[in-house]
């Protein structure tokens, strides 16, 4: 039998250690001969290739586990302090950093202005951040696993190109080669609601889910979409546009240009507009809004009790299409209170179909400017322990 071409070996190999490094991440501590029964790769496989991992300080030997006769196993776990990462979130004014270990857990985190919206200005702006976490925080060079960078559109996150970005203007921009060019580490690039849906799904804390959606809710509405364990993106990055889901054709105009997008009735700015015409022309921001609301004020419930009300509608239809596990709703939005989001959940339940609100899950997560650059960071970290293929 001839041998294997030297491509397939090296990809099989690849896709070993990455069956191998997510068993040492899921069983905390695990030894040798468990991995392989686990895994049910040779027992050789296993010893070179963890031998490897050992080598480059992913994985450390711990101390022994219990025996059942013979010599007590040595335990193999990860090491979180193996690798760094770097995850920014580049906003309309400023980008947002923070730098983690292998754990997700916060070492260092930092903002900084942007002063322009053209591409080389917001290149500079995030190559000052990087320098300015990893000089922060002591970390070296070469310790630095990736930078993982969330931004708001349509991101091809395969060939890492935005496609469109609606607050900057940008079109067809090839923002991970021109930083990789920079920053000489590996460079991710995703919708910034992807990368908060990757977080949800690698470094939640709770039992994971296969078939999820996180909804955010704040300066616009957008999506990220999990199924069968693996983030949907769509054919070219655009998957997830839920803000942009017609519900009015005749409502108002969008950003995107069209008339009664989901976004153009349940964003802050569009909520903001509604209540100047239907509650007080003096409200200018969403706190305004929520004041008059808190103090019992009919007109401004009435605004939050319809705002939910559609988006609960919206929810219940994404359902009846997908059937997920889990919705999460998360961003700046959340905070609308108890008010919208019973008329979340009351449209929600009045429109799903019969049989699918029973072990759907609607939470709400906490929000800030933390998360989203957590949510960054896991773009590399994901891109660490994902397989291949």
Not at 42 to 62: D, M, R, Y
Request: charged share 20%.
């Amino acid at each position: 039998m001839s041998a294997l071409p030297r491509a397939n070996r090296n990809l099989i190999r690849s896709i070993n250690r990455s069956i191998i490094l997510n068993v040492v991440k899921t069983q905390g501590e695990v030894s040798r001969a468990a991995i392989a029964h686990l895994t049910g790769l040779s027992p050789a496989t296993v010893t070179a290739i963890t031998g490897q991992l050992i080598k480059e300080g992913l994985v450390f030997e711990k101390t022994t586990g219990d025996s059942t006769g013979g010599r007590p196993p040595i335990m193999l776990a990860l090491n979180p302090r193996g690798g760094f990462v770097i995850g920014i979130k580049l906003m309309e004014d400023q980008a947002v950093g923070a730098l983690t270990d292998l754990n997700a857990t916060i070492l260092a985190k930092d903002s900084i202005g942007l002063s322009g919206v053209d591409v080389d200005t917001a290149v500079d702006t995030l190559v000052a951040l990087v320098a300015r976490l990893t000089h922060g925080s002591g970390v070296r060079k070469k310790q630095l696993m990736g930078v993982g960078i969330g931004l708001a559109g349509v991101v091809d996150y395969a060939n890492g190109i935005v496609r469109q970005n609606p607050f900057f203007g940008w079109q067809n921009i090839p923002l991970r080669n021109l930083l990789q060019n920079r920053l000489k580490v590996p460079v991710y690039i995703d919708n910034d609601v992807n990368t908060l849906t990757l977080s949800e799904k690698w470094l939640s804390v709770g039992k994971p889910v296969d078939n999820f959606v996180v909804i955010t809710i704040g300066r616009g509405v957008g999506m990220g979409i999990v199924l069968d364990g693996r983030i949907y993106r769509g054919k070219g990055g655009g998957a997830g546009e839920f803000g942009h889901v017609v519900v009015d054709p005749d409502g108002p105009l969008c950003d995107c240009g069209k008339h009664g997008c989901l976004e153009s009735l349940v964003s802050d700015h569009a909520l903001v507009a509604i209540a100047r015409r239907e509650v007080d022309p003096g409200i200018t921001n969403l706190d305004g809004l929520l004041e008059l609301a808190q103090a019992g004020r009919p007109e401004a419930l009435a605004v939050l009790k319809r705002a939910g009300g559609l988006l609960g509608l919206e929810i219940a239809n994404l359902v009846n299409v997908l059937d997920p596990n889990l919705i999460v709703i998360s961003g700046e939005g959340i905070r609308m209170g108890e008010t919208f989001f019973t008329a979340v959940r009351s449209a929600f339940h009045e429109n799903v179909m019969p049989g699918l609100a029973e072990d759907t899950e609607i939470r709400v997560d906490s929000w800030g400017d933390d998360i989203w650059a957590l949510g960054a960071a896991s773009l590399v970290i994901a891109g660490t322990f994902n397989s291949p293929i």
